[in-house]
DNA sequence: AGATCTAATTGTTCCAAACCATTATAGAAG
DNA sequence: CTTCTATAATGGTTTGGAACAATTAGATCT
């Protein structure tokens, strides 16, 4: 019926996506490593670069429920890694701000999984380290 | 203290991934087009294509906790989406066997992937598109 | 036969995310 | 200016995915 289910791109794309997704996710639910969980790493590497922003707004960027974005914003609020700012514009809105705390997280923990991928990528040429990020944002981009 | 964290390819990898594994994640979260989930996917490829096998086998093929293939393996059972059969050489052990049924499933569920992803990558050279199948495959054989 | 090792399951916990309902404020229309 | 509607954010609840720990039952080894 199908069997070699891996003639054409297309098809190797479509099952290493799903075998990576897996992968992924037990590497970095490993707590080992997690003084950072993914989502707070996401949150406040938006915050760190593009500034402060509202739950709508970082919602929007990573096309994630308003109600998820909500809750992972209060658990960084309460570890003292994100202020909470009332935007004086609108008596309903909220900014949230990165702390210097929530700063010197993210540097850390971006390090870690850097010196892992490192590790990881040992064996790999330079120009494939670098196509394969080219391709991985171009990726992500057609996704949005 | 690093503002553009962005300069070298594997501060790309690193970043883009983390963004890839939550935009896929709320993809196949995506319950419009889950037929199958995500895990229940992977499960199903493997017992198509390599035969039946135990949870023991399939847990260290996926680096999963043999509890968490239980779980999933009895799920897919329960839906009559693979066959539990008893090892005859061995009194504690099973295999478990895709049906009909769970292939069925599994190709329905393969083709609605490829369909999407095969709308998202319609800018894409063919070039692109097996580069980067090969170099995610290449990626998860390094994790492996 | 008893001690130990192994296959699998089940209890529990945690994180990530969605959906739905709710509260409170803003803005628009009468 | 008051009522209606739209929007910002939160909180309740559910689902999926995964880990770890404890347990049961069948192997294996001495």
Redesign the pocket.
């Given at each position: 019926m199908l069997k070699e289910m891996n003639e054409n791109p297309l098809e190797t794309i479509e099952l290493e996506l799903a075998v990576l997704?897996?992968?992924l996710?037990?590497i970095?639910?490993?707590?080992?490593n997690?003084t950072?969980?993914?989502?707070?790493?996401?949150l406040l590497h938006q915050l760190y670069l593009q500034g402060s922003?509202?739950?709508?707004?970082?919602?929007d960027e990573?096309?994630?429920?308003?109600?998820?974005?909500?809750?992972?914003?209060?658990?960084l609020?309460q570890k003292g890694y994100v202020d909470?700012v009332p935007?004086p514009?609108?008596?309903?809105?909220?900014?949230y701000q990165i702390t210097d705390l929530g700063t010197k997280m993210l540097v850390e923990y971006k390090q870690g999984r850097l010196d892992r991928l490192t590790k990881l990528l040992n064996g790999w040429s330079d120009e494939d380290c670098e196509r394969f990020g080219d391709l991985l944002r171009k990726f992500n981009q057609s996704i949005k």
């Open positions: 997704i897996r992968r996710t037990s970095t639910a490993d707590k080992r997690a950072l969980d993914r989502s707070a790493y996401l922003s509202g739950v709508r707004a970082l919602a990573f096309q994630l429920d308003i109600s998820t974005v909500s809750r992972q914003a209060a658990a609020e909470k935007d514009m609108d008596g309903r809105a909220y900014f």
